[in-house]
DNA sequence: TCAGTTACCGAATGAGCGTTCGGTTGCAAT
DNA sequence: ATTGCAACCGAACGCTCATTCGGTAACTGA
């Protein structure tokens, strides 16, 4: 036996330390992984403990998902739906988004964990469902907020026209949020810009105003 | 032993058919599953078969789900992209959009298998990112061949822009599939309508024509 | 009818992983 | 210093699942 081992820098730290150290290493294990891949193991090295000493905090690997969804869902639909204050639909369009790309670029994880693939364990597919009903609710409503007195849009009623169009902006700007991950060379401002743009002009004015600007 | 239990209604397939069931089944449980959470045992009893014969036909899971990589990926490039005849933009818009929700219609397993997130295993996820960069590159290409002479798209380099604007058209219209297959009371004519609607004129438009219809 | 081929099966193997449990030791209060 | 609490560890269990292998019987051609 040559010499305890014992210089671990390693320290004791509080239940509620470690209980956040394992929050976010799990956030950034699924968010890589997914829930099938996800190794409690893997999440407990991140978190500077062993497997086990996650069961002193959550029930089970089902458990601490769920309560991800959960906080990370309602910290997303707070801070870029709720958040927006009423005006004319461009301007609310600009403030959604603005605010989404702000808490993507803050915590990427979180962003990367909320839109994977549902789990196939029925019960966290039932509140991942239900996470993601409820943000598209709330852009819908916003979007129900910007037209007022309009029953019909592109020839379909407006409460399922409005859902539409929330579900394809919500899936387009994920599309650019995963393209920006790749080219984090081009700014925020400017993905955002153009994430606004293709939103609200469509690629017609878009290419209108392109070509404007070919002749002085 | 009361009898031979012989009648089973199973005969003994071709080995070319039964690739064949493999092939569909795999694709389905992939679809509905993910790669990870994908059992063999449940691909082959949807082929009518025990999971050992599936060793029979192909090396291994990796190698099954590689396959139906290229294949379905192969197939739907070259339907829903390359298969659109050059014209106006607008046409072209509306041609590959309309060619992809017919096919997406026609087969829905072969693309969910293809918009899942991108599975753990790392040969798995490169030839996963080969063929998603494969199609955002097709759709790009369209992009710039629909914006000749034009070096600015929203204030950003006109390649880069496409490619921005690839990503964001093809999440956008998948995350409509994805609405449209729990509403699939709405036809396909009408979702595919607004696809373009939104993506050609975007909200601004959207609304303008909305609130036009209006007044008489 | 007989023999060879091969589609198909079932049992066994081994690895990975979630989860449990009993013990150990850092830490704080006395 | 001493004691009690609880943060932490490591071994073990049980289960799922991909994969292997040897055998069986359905089909085919002679």
Redesign the interface.
């Known amino acids: 036996m040559p010499d305890a081992v014992k210089p671990k820098g390693r320290r004791r730290l509080s239940a509620a330390e470690r209980r956040e150290r394992i929050l976010a290493a799990a956030t950034e294990v699924f968010a890589e992984?997914?829930y099938?891949?996800a190794s409690m193991g893997e999440i407990a090295q991140r978190a500077g403990v062993v497997a086990s000493v996650i069961y002193d905090h959550f029930a089970s690997k089902r458990d601490l998902h769920l309560y991800l969804l959960e906080h990370h869902g309602q910290a997303l639909i707070e801070r870029s739906i709720h958040a927006v204050t009423p005006g004319s639909?461009?301007e609310m369009?600009r403030e959604s988004i603005g605010l989404f790309f702000r808490l993507v670029e803050e915590d990427p994880f979180a962003w990367r964990f909320l839109f994977?693939?549902p789990p196939?364990d029925p019960k966290v597919a039932a509140v991942w469902r239900r996470i993601h009903d409820a943000a598209t609710a709330g852009i819908a409503e916003l979007t129900e907020l910007?037209?007022p007195?309009?029953e019909?849009?592109?020839?379909?009623e407006r409460s399922?026209?409005a859902?539409?169009?929330a579900?394809?902006?919500?899936?387009?700007?994920?599309?650019?949020v995963?393209?920006w991950f790749e080219?984090r060379e081009?700014s925020r401002e400017?993905?955002t810009?153009?994430?606004v743009?293709?939103?609200?002009?469509?690629?017609?004015?878009?290419?209108e105003?392109?070509?404007a600007?070919?002749s002085p």
Chains 1, 2 share one sequence.
């Open positions: 992984h997914g099938a891949d639909p461009e369009l994977r693939d196939a910007a037209t007195g309009i019909l849009i592109g020839g379909i399922t026209a859902v539409m169009i579900r394809a902006s919500q899936a387009a700007t994920n599309g650019l995963d393209w080219h081009v400017r993905v810009a153009l994430a743009a293709i939103l609200w002009d469509g690629f017609g004015r878009l290419l105003q392109a070509r600007e070919l």
